[in-house]
């Protein structure tokens, strides 16, 4: 399994931007995905965003297309989560998540980092 760290989030205006990282560890080298999924109190948890890790496709949540960005430096081992014009509705706890296989769920999870967005 990888083992998965996020960091980054805070507390931040509406209208302003946050970059989250995901640094992982351990089985990377069989990785074949990587996503940002969030969950809101009293919400079930949404995909975000994904990349492949050998890869440039990256794909995207409806509610944060043309706002967030996700990208990776694979000779680091760490993903970003560039988030821009940040909503209230964006506030949730962000979670980087992996897979090994295309066919496979995302079933390695960090423990999440808090966003929260002002008014």
């Known amino acids: 399994q990888v083992q998965l760290v996020e960091s980054g989030g805070g507390l931040v205006q509406a209208g302003g931007s946050l970059r989250l990282s995901c640094a992982a560890s351990?089985?990377?080298?069989?990785?074949?995905?990587m996503g940002w999924f969030r969950q809101a109190p009293g919400k079930e948890r949404e995909f975000v965003a994904g990349?492949?890790?050998?890869?440039?496709?990256?794909y995207y949540g409806d509610s944060v297309k043309g706002r967030f960005t996700i990208s990776k430096d694979n000779a680091k081992n760490t993903v970003y989560l560039q988030m821009n014009s940040l909503k209230q509705e964006d506030s949730a706890v962000y979670y980087c998540?992996?897979?090994?296989?295309?066919?496979?769920?995302?079933?390695?999870w960090g423990r999440g980092t808090q966003v929260t967005v002002s008014s």
């Open positions: 351990g089985r990377t080298f069989s990785t074949y995905a």
């Open positions: 998540a992996a897979k090994a296989g295309v066919r496979d769920n995302f079933d390695s």
């Open positions: 990349i492949l890790w050998n890869e440039e496709n990256a």
